[in-house]
């Protein structure tokens, strides 16, 4: 009873589980997706390198599997075999279509084939075969052809999807044909992506008409993407303000230069200066870098108009004033002098005074010296100092006399500035003076060589042989050769001891007269050597007989040796 049970179970299991394993092998036959799509991607047209863009994708045809027909011949048969076993299959009812032949040939590798095929079948023209024929005809060579084809498309609007348009256009290197496309309205007005590339392309195959063209096709900003391709193609068409506005898509740091820039390669230099002093204008400026550009652009007197901005209220010594203070120059106008004065009356008296000289340099000297006089640092004495080289540049010499007869009231001089009295004095002042400020160089230690000997000249005209001889003292200290101040000295001594107190320094002078000198002759008079002194002088005389002096001086020793007849020959000679 068990077994006849087991039996039955058997019968019945063994069909299902033999159908079971039937249907598991027929699935593990069946062709997987990596199978698969390596055959369609097979019959797939090469694709077109376009611009990234919005526009949509073309679609590409997926032909049914090849007839076995088709496939035993598609390597070696022409198109005209290939073309009539089309036309026999298709009348057959067999599933084999045009396009799908032609893209075995593709694979094939015989695109020359293709076209001839294409051409042979009746529906080898149709819009299903545009794209492809574009192709092969780019395969082949035949780029003229290819162009030819898109040019049409781009003529009037067809069954062609815009896509392919796009996609044939860029494959053959002629985007000028998107354009035309557009502009026929026969594809939709690109995108920015679409129309920054197609302006690219026409700048860089110098094609102005393409990019006009463009513009009247889109309203896609592309100018906002690359600002300086804007720019660019503005210069080229000259057109100064639509680059002005490109450079207002560049980044906020870049727009001033790039618009600079624009006018000065358009050689707009009025716009240019326009556009330098509004910059200017504004807050934060940088006032100084805005100047050196305006003079850059040959406007000297808006740039010393910005760098008195930028130095007001500085010192002399600032950047921003040395380089104002060099464009105004030596003789500046009369907005330049009117701000120097105002600066010379702000500020610390440390800088008014700098202002102050920097005033007194360029201003003519006598209206200079009236405004220095009036200024409210006037009496200070650095002030007067430029006031005295004022008197003197101007030839005041009243004026110059006033402000040195107030240096000299007995206020402290430095070295410097008691060179700088030396220097500024009046060309005539009274002896008093001239005497003071020699004092005051001995003092400072910057006597001049002179300056001792001249003192002694002075005491001595004075009649203060005792002052005289002490000026000569220290003169004679450091220039113990120095005739004449030998020579005034034995003068000296001779007031203050007589004839015996001056011989040692007529001795000493006579050291040092030269041989044969009219000095020599006199040294020896004094020292009571007449004989000697009147042949020295008939030697002089005989050399330079027109010598009048000398003449003279022979008739003086001659009187005093008591010959007066023959002094007087000498005279009459």
């Keep these: 009873m068990r077994i006849d049970r087991h039996r039955a179970r058997l019968a019945l299991l063994l069909p299902a589980l033999t159908g079971i394993g039937l249907l598991a092998g027929g699935l593990m036959l069946l062709p997987k997706e990596r199978e698969i799509l390596p055959a369609v991607r097979r019959a797939q047209p090469v694709p077109f390198s376009a ?5 949509p994708a073309p679609a590409s045809p997926v032909p049914p599997p090849a007839h076995p027909s088709i496939t035993a011949q598609i390597a070696t048969a022409d198109a005209a075999t290939l073309a009539a076993l089309t036309t026999r299959l298709i009348a057959e009812g067999q599933p084999v279509s045009t396009l799908q032949v032609a ?10 084939v293709a076209l001839d095929y294409l051409a042979a079948r009746p529906d080898g023209a149709t819009a299903a075969t545009w794209r492809l024929r574009i ?4 395969r082949t060579g035949r780029d003229a052809n290819a162009a030819a084809l898109v040019a049409r498309a781009a003529e009037k609007r067809g069954p062609l999807p815009a896509a392919d348009i796009v996609a044939a256009a860029y494959a053959i290197d002629r985007p000028d044909l998107v354009i035309v496309a557009a502009a026929n309205h026969v ?4 995108d920015t992506a679409l129309a920054l590339d197609l302006a690219r392309r026409a700048d860089k195959a110098g094609r102005r008409d393409l990019i006009a063209l463009l513009d009247t096709t889109t309203t896609a900003n592309w100018r906002a993407a690359d600002p300086w391709l804007a720019i660019r193609v503005a210069a080229r068409s000259r057109d100064t303000a639509a680059g002005l506005r ?24 009025a716009g240019l200066r326009t556009e330098l002093l509004a910059d200017a204008a504004a807050a934060g400026a940088p006032l100084e870098q805005i100047a050196e550009r305006l003079v850059a652009a040959g406007y000297r007197g808006d740039a010393t108009a910005v760098l008195r901005r930028a130095a007001a209220g500085l010192a002399p010594t600032a950047p921003a004033a040395q380089r104002l203070l060099y464009l105004m120059g030596p003789r ?12 010379s009356l702000q500020g610390s008296a440390t ?7 920097c005033y007194a340099e360029r201003d003519q000297p006598g209206a200079a010296l009236v405004f220095l006089s009036r200024h409210p640092l006037a009496d200070e004495t650095d002030v007067m100092l430029m006031r005295l080289a004022l008197a003197r540049a101007a030839g005041n010499d009243a004026a110059g006399r006033t402000v040195l007869a107030t240096l000299l009231d007995g206020r402290t001089l430095s070295p410097d500035q008691v060179r700088a009295v030396s220097a500024a004095a009046p060309a005539r002042i009274d002896p008093a003076q001239a005497a003071a400020i020699s004092k005051r160089r001995v003092a400072a230690g910057i006597a001049a060589p002179r300056d001792q000997l001249d003192l002694a000249w002075m005491a001595l005209n004075a009649g203060d042989a005792k002052a005289a001889g002490q000026w000569l003292d220290a003169h004679i200290a450091t220039a113990p050769t120095d005739l004449s101040a030998l020579r005034l000295m034995a003068d000296v001594q001779a007031r203050i001891g007589g004839a015996r107190g001056a011989r040692p320094w007529l001795e000493r002078a006579l050291a040092q007269t030269p041989a044969d000198s009219r000095a020599r002759a006199e040294v020896l008079e004094k020292l009571g050597r007449r004989d000697e002194a009147v042949r020295l002088v008939e030697t002089l005389r005989s050399e330079t007989p027109q010598d009048r002096s000398l003449a003279a001086l022979h008739a003086r020793l001659l009187i005093t040796q008591g ?9 009459v000679q």
């Design 332 to 343: 500046p106008g009369s907005d330049d002098l009117a701000w120097l004065k105002q600066q």
């Design 51 to 55: 611009a990234r863009s919005s526009m």
């Design 187 to 190: 594809i939709p007005p690109p």
């Design 246 to 269: 490109a450079a207002g898509y560049l980044p906020v740091e870049q727009r001033q230069a790039a618009r600079e820039a624009i006018l000065t390669e358009a050689g707009d230099r």
């Design 103 to 112: 893209y075995d040939l593709v694979a094939a590798k015989r695109p020359a």
């Design 563 to 571: 010959q007066p007849g023959r002094a007087r020959t000498v005279l």
């Design 135 to 138: 192709d092969l005809l780019h």
């Design 351 to 357: 800088r008014q005074r700098g202002w102050l000289a």
